[in-house]
């Protein structure tokens, strides 16, 4: 199951748009940022690794991945996760599957798993573009941290990776959300928007601070935690929740898609 | 062995009995025939049969196994089937197609061998020169024909079929008779759901039929049709020998169409029917002795016509 939805993705125009648009996102940083330098005085308001991307290539990775995130990230896992099942129940090649036969835990486990290695390539994707380009245009050099010390450029290329792997970790609770819905309906279109509203709608009333009782238990409230890794030392803390609140959703959403799937008609 | 048994299937929607108390048998290397008007419920048996949807009540044993317990898989590796449509990637070739379903049930020795058997079985559809094209470009015929395929290509021992010849051109419905029929005589089960009398009559061993979720009869079509006799009469004035005839003792029932009567006998013979048309005063200038057609047990089976549900 999961081989094969490697090699439908493959296959597709979708998954080719999907990593233009999020392929684009840090080579257009690195074009705009060489473009217009920004002065100190306008970098209020900029993104805040924007500023320092002038000086160092590594900066375009990292930077992608904080611009993408709060989309373009829940868009993907709504394209993939989303449509999971409920892709297939619209084409009607779901029925075909089920007979084949696959088992139904086994379909609903090997799309999540494939949503989620699709996610992650999207993302090393992200990272290897902009080191690609961040390095050709502006050169590797040692990366400031937030809190003032400097890590080597080896260093630095292993934080970037453990922030893709730890943003990767971040969605894979709206992802779990996606297949659920993904199996409770016949239509496709309907469950990606769906999923990527929720991931949205928990981004934003993650920004709301009169509901800050429930912020700590929003599938997105840790995702922002990755800028720890560039602290010295490592805050773990904030990772952690965040690790902790994806796997709680993962378990409950996957139990909930696995448990429903099991015992519903199949008739589209 | 029995390939496909079901008893007291039972399927209901919104409190209608949809399939209703079905009890089916189809032996091994049989091909049975499944005949309804559209909204029988044909496709909903059908789909409790691959324990698509679980049935309100009774039950359904697949190759010996029951369907909803765990020999299932089992019963379905050995199980192709083509349910109301077939439905495929659109994005990818006929041939990809088959090949991401071989590979989507594991990848051990089965899905190599149902692999090894892709050009094999889009030659035995005819869809060898469009294997490659995107099922996006397919026509609808070409679709079936990859339908087909691919419920053969698990070399199965149970096919079951709805409606497979739907969108096939004349030649297509022949070949895909011919080809169930051979499958059928090296001993795959076949299992084909229809509204086609004709094409039912010509290739199945054993036809059942479905009125309203029921079985309303079952057997060969030469039974089926049973030695039930009509007569069709020409006459001058039709009005006037349908009521002679209905006078007369040993007339079922008499249909008119213009100036041709049928007339079901129930112990009157055509000699009988004649002397009395004749002496009646009315002009009978043709008068033929017809078997009932599967057509007319059909359609007084089923009443009428009209999308039951
Ligand atoms: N999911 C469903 N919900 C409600 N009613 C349904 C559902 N599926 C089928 N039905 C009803 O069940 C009846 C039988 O449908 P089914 O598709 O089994 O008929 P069929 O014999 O295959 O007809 P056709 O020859 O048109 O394919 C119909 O009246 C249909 O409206
Ligand atoms: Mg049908």
């Known amino acids: 199951m999961f081989r094969v939805e490697l090699m439908k993705a493959w296959r597709r125009w979708r998954t080719y748009l999907l990593a233009a648009a999020l392929g684009g996102i840090p080579v257009l940083i690195v074009i705009a940022v060489k473009l217009s330098p920004p002065t100190s005085a306008d970098s209020g308001d900029a993104p805040p690794f924007l500023f320092q991307i002038l000086r160092n290539g590594l900066f375009a990775p990292l930077t992608g991945l904080a611009v993408i995130q709060p989309f373009f990230l829940p868009l993907a896992a709504g394209l993939l996760a989303g449509d999971a099942v409920a892709g297939e129940a619209q084409a009607g090649t779901l029925r075909y599957l089920l007979v084949r036969p696959v088992a139904r835990t086994r379909l609903v486990l090997g799309k999540y798993g494939a949503a989620m290695a699709l996610l992650g390539l999207l993302l090393l994707w992200v990272v290897g573009c902009g080191a690609f380009w961040g390095g050709v245009v502006f050169g590797f050099k040692p990366l400031p941290t937030l809190s003032g010390t400097t890590l080597s450029v080896a260093q630095a290329s292993l934080r970037i990776l453990a922030a893709a792997g730890y943003i990767l970790l971040g969605v894979s609770g709206i992802a779990a959300i996606g297949v659920c819905i993904s199996t409770l309906t016949d239509s496709g279109p309907g469950a990606i928007v769906a999923t990527v509203i929720l991931g949205i709608t928990s981004e934003i009333v993650d920004q709301i601070p009169n509901l800050r009782v429930i912020h700590p238990y929003l599938p997105t409230h840790g995702w922002l935690a990755f800028t720890d890794l560039f602290r010295f030392p490592v805050e773990w803390g904030g990772m952690r929740g965040g690790v902790l609140i994806s796997a709680a959703y993962t378990a409950v959403f996957l139990t909930v898609a696995l448990v429903s799937f099991s015992r519903r008609d199949v008739v589209a | ?309």
Do not use: W
């Open chain 2, 1 to 309: 062995m029995t390939a496909l048994v079901t008893r007291g299937l039972t399927k209901r929607y919104d409190g209608v009995n949809v399939v209703d108390s079905l009890d089916l048998t189809v032996n091994h290397g049989e091909l049975y025939g499944f005949l309804g008007p559209n909204g029988a419920g044909k496709t909903t048996t059908i789909r409790m049969a691959l324990g698509l949807i679980f049935p309100s009540g009774g039950e359904v044993e697949l190759l010996g196994e029951p369907m909803f317990r765990r020999g299932r898989d089992h019963a379905l590796r050995r199980t192709g089937a083509l349910i109301e449509e077939p439905a495929f990637y659109r994005f990818l070739s006929g041939r990809r197609n088959l090949e991401a379903f071989a590979r989507a049930g594991g990848d051990g020795e089965e899905a190599r061998r149902r692999l090894s058997r892709i050009d094999e079985v889009l030659e035995q559809v005819g869809l060898s020169p469009a294997g490659d094209k995107r099922v996006k470009a397919y026509s609808q015929g070409m679709r079936q024909r990859l339908g087909i395929a691919l419920a053969l290509l698990g070399r199965p021992e149970v096919l079951v079929l709805d409606e497979p010849t739907n969108g096939l051109d004349p030649a297509g419905m022949r070949e895909v008779r011919l080809l169930l029929r051979r499958l059928a005589d090296g001993g795959t089960t076949v299992f084909v759901s229809s509204h086609l009398l004709a094409e039912v009559e010509v290739m199945c061993d054993r036809v059942g039929v479905l009125s309203r979720g029921r079985l309303v009869a079952e057997g060969p079509p030469g039974n089926l049709r049973g030695g039930a006799e009509h007569l069709r009469i020409e006459v001058g004035d039709p009005e006037r020998a349908a009521a002679i005839l209905r006078a007369l003792a040993g007339v079922a029932g008499i249909e008119g169409e213009g100036r041709v009567l049928r007339v079901h006998l129930d112990g009157a013979n055509p000699a009988q029917v004649n002397a009395a048309l004749v002496s009646g005063g009315v002009a009978v200038s043709a008068l033929v002795s017809e078997r009932d057609t599967l057509e007319d047990v059909f359609m007084s089976l089923v009443e009428g016509s009209g999308v039951q549900g």
